[in-house]
């Protein structure tokens, strides 16, 4: 899972994909594992939500820019955003037409919407294992986080495409942690619920990480500004010695400072 921050809801979450992904690794039998069907649908149902919460940051970057009168610095710090959102999009759409294929292939669904191949074992690992299509996936996940390091010029964004090795934990697990990012999330007898609800996550960690992309761009807007946001009282005296029975006079005013300001002096 990825960095960032994270709703409770989100946390959540990604906490019982962890208990999936165990499960899965321990191969238990089917039965349990759709019981996590629910945990898909509560991904897609936060990440409707998250991707609308970053429509809306991209919408206040452009504010802040015209507000500041749209100068070509900040003018590059939304055409950055809207790059943010291009790859995103990008790549939650390539997600989720592995998950639609996944479904497809599994046996699609029946006349009330229900996926029909919810026992399926043999069609993730068909597709993301034997025909190399997992190792696509990581390829594309892991350069989304390189686009987001290459447009933010931030470095703090990580691989999303992880192998066992690289997840606390399977990394000290003798049985797991030599399994690559393909066999780990949808090798040998993944049902197609796990593989799905995967999948799901993976948008989840997309969404996060576009999120933490925006909120570094949105700093940038107006960053040459000297904005002080510290206001403190000041007392300066005319002398700093005062005789017994003489009046006491100083200066009294108020000092504002920019706590983004480095100067040196």
Aim: hydrophobic share 40%; net charge negative; proline share 3%.
């Amino acid at each position: 899972m990825s960095g960032g921050k994270q709703t409770p809801r989100d946390k959540m979450i990604g906490m019982m994909y962890l208990v999936l992904t165990a499960l899965l690794a321990l191969q238990v039998s089917n039965s349990v594992l759709e019981k996590f069907l629910l945990i898909n649908d509560a991904f897609e149902e936060t990440n409707k939500g998250n991707r609308a919460e970053n429509a809306n940051k991209v919408e206040s970057i452009q504010k802040a820019v015209a507000d500041a009168g749209n100068r070509s610095k900040d003018q590059e710090v939304f055409d950055k955003a809207k790059k943010v959102r291009e790859a995103t999009s990008e790549i939650f759409t390539y997600v989720q037409d592995y998950k639609e294929l996944l479904i497809s292939e599994s046996g699609g669904r029946d006349e009330n919407n229900i996926i029909v191949g919810k026992k399926d074992i043999d069609t993730a690992p068909r597709i993301f294992v034997k025909e190399l299509k997992g190792d696509e996936l990581r390829d594309k996940l892991n350069g989304y986080s390189a686009s987001l390091k290459a447009i933010t010029g931030d470095d703090n964004f990580n691989d999303i495409a992880k192998d066992a090795k690289d997840i606390a934990v399977f990394a000290n697990d003798p049985n797991q942690n030599e399994k690559g990012f393909a066999d780990l999330n949808f090798g040998h007898n993944t049902p197609m619920l796990g593989a799905l609800a995967s999948l799901s996550q993976f948008q989840n960690d997309i969404i996060t990480e576009e999120a933490k992309a925006l909120e570094i761009l949105a700093s940038l807007v107006g960053a040459e500004d000297l904005k002080f946001d510290q206001i403190v009282p000041m007392v300066k005296p005319v002398s700093n010695i005062v005789a017994a029975g003489t009046k006491y006079e100083a200066q009294m005013f108020i000092a504002a400072s920019a706590s983004g300001m480095k100067p040196e002096m």
